[in-house]
């Protein structure tokens, strides 16, 4: 029987959510019905490509230096047509726009789209393309029931039946030892007494890192024995600076660190006790459920499909969008309560793997290229 090819095409291989879906999804991809290969544009943000190259799966780079770059269209066109792959799954609005018209033209039938957040984020051209393009999809994806109901309110995508396909992460961890905790723990400097409130998110304005800085003030001032570990790249020139600033100004720098690009974010999760995101608009973070997969208790705003993963109360808190107040009260009822802690921290690994599982999420988006 031959195999379908499939092409995934992405803008990035950075380390971003969307990114790691599909790395994460390597290990339970079935080889026997598809043949893989990935194309991205931007050859700075490769972080990923030497774990497709490790699994055998070929890697393409378009080179694009800039989102106005003339030459990429054409560089996809030639590389559909060398490549002649049977579906095309883009992500992301930039490459999902420019897939699907490509695509077309070299007449692929199946063009899968992923939405991985909801419209309301997206810059309003980038949501005028994304939303006129959408009769060109085939089959249109969804991360969350939420970001579905964000594109169906627009009258041009309602031509198209969209799927919910929930992210999923991989359930297999390293377990690192209390010895290599430690010493990730000493590495950063954060004394042994404390506890740490972790965030991963790259750092830029709609991820709501401000609310983080002063829910930690917040939290700081009820507990002296807590850090704040924040972990991602800096994608808003300047961003990092001006909320180093506001802890500073708030008398907390020594309280919170900044971590940067992290390759193996499992490793620096493993030493939080709980999570936190503060971001103003989300799909479905796959943060959040890996941090829950590890058996992190979290804490989220009532955001995007993040209440579809977050049961209030039990596997974690839902909260207000831009409440530092409400967030740094549940922080505080989960260091008080042990029982309250080790409840949520058991539904939250009960709750990822019952519902989001990266093998599930593979086998949903296998049907759907076999499909057409």
């Known amino acids: 029987m031959s195999r379908t090819k499939v092409m995934w095409f992405i803008k ?144 041009m995508a309602r031509g198209k039946c969209p799927i919910v396909i929930h992210n999923g992460v991989d359930l297999i961890h390293v377990n690192l030892s209390r010895e290599c905790q430690d010493k990730i723990r000493e590495d950063l400097g954060i004394p042994a007494n404390h506890k740490v409130i972790g965030n991963v998110a790259h750092i830029r304005p709609e991820k709501g890192h401000t609310y983080l800085v002063k829910t930690a003030k917040l939290v700081i001032n009820q507990h002296p024995d807590v850090t704040f570990v924040i972990v991602g790249r800096e994608d808003a020139h300047g961003e990092i600076s001006r909320l180093k600033k506001l802890a500073e100004e708030l008398g907390i720098q020594q309280r919170i660190i900044f971590t940067g690009f992290q390759r193996d974010v499992f490793k620096l999760m493993s030493i939080f006790d709980v999570f936190i995101l503060t971001s103003l608009y989300e799909g479905l973070s796959v943060a959040l459920l890996e941090a829950m997969s590890m058996g992190k208790p979290a804490i989220a705003p009532r955001v995007g499909g993040i209440p579809e993963v977050i049961k209030d109360g039990l596997s974690g808190f839902l909260v207000p969008a831009r409440d530092p107040e409400t967030m740094a009260e549940k922080i505080s009822q989960i260091l008080k309560s042990r029982a309250l802690y080790n409840k949520m921290s058991r539904n939250a690994v009960q709750t990822v793997q019952k519902q989001f599982s990266i093998q599930e999420m593979v086998r949903q988006l296998e049907h759907v290229y076999s499909t057409y």
């Open 12 to 155: 990035g291989l950075g380390t971003g959510g969307a990114e790691r879906l599909l790395t994460t999804s390597i290990p339970y991809i079935d080889r026997n019905r598809f043949d893989y290969e990935v194309a991205f544009c931007v050859a700075s943000q490769n972080d990923l490509v030497p774990e497709f190259k490790k699994a055998h799966i070929p890697v393409f780079c378009l080179d694009m230096e800039s989102n106005c770059d003339p030459r990429i269209p054409y560089r996809l066109l030639r590389l559909i047509q060398d490549r002649e792959p049977q579906v095309l799954h883009t992500h992301l609005p930039f490459t999902g726009i420019l897939g699907r018209v490509i695509g077309r033209i070299c007449g692929i039938k199946n063009i899968v789209y992923t939405e991985h957040s909801v419209l309301e984020m997206y810059h309003p051209l980038t949501r005028f393309f994304n939303l006129i393009t959408y009769p060109l999809i085939e089959t249109p994806i969804m991360v969350s029931e939420e970001v579905k109901h964000s594109v169906m309110k627009h009258r």
